[in-house]
């Protein structure tokens, strides 16, 4: 019997990606270690990765944050400072430390407008 490819294990959960070898959760933000099939069905299952989901079903943040980026320029202080909120708050919401950044320019935006 031949070995079913990680591949076809996330074909149809659009909150999976494979990098490699590695299977990434984008609703966790972290990797999933697995061998075979049911420990993704595992995870899927967990009380953690369905509450971030819900989360993330719930609220557009990154439409959210993309949309705001295109307006910024034509904001005034106060929209501005807004902006500023909203985005420290989807940077915490998605569990994205400032420190684990690997793009030099976005790191120093955000180190300038936080």
């Known amino acids: 019997m031949s070995k079913m490819p990680k591949i076809a ?3 149809n959960v659009p909150e999976l990606d494979l990098n490699g070898d590695k299977i990434f959760c984008k609703a966790c933000v972290k990797i999933i270690i697995c061998e075979k099939k049911f420990q993704v069905d595992q995870h899927l299952k967990t009380s953690i990765h369905k509450a ?3 989360k993330m079903k719930s609220g557009p943040i990154q439409q959210s944050v993309k949309t705001t980026f ?3 320029g034509n904001q005034t202080r106060s929209e501005t400072e807004v902006f ?3 985005l420290s708050k989807a940077l915490v919401i ?3 430390p400032l420190k684990n950044l690997q793009n030099t320019q976005f790191k120093e935006f955000l180190q300038k407008i936080l």
């Open 9 to 11: 294990w996330i074909k």
């Open 52 to 54: 971030t989901l819900q």
């Open 70 to 72: 295109q307006n910024v």
């Open 84 to 86: 500023h909120q909203d």
């Open 94 to 96: 998605a569990n994205i």
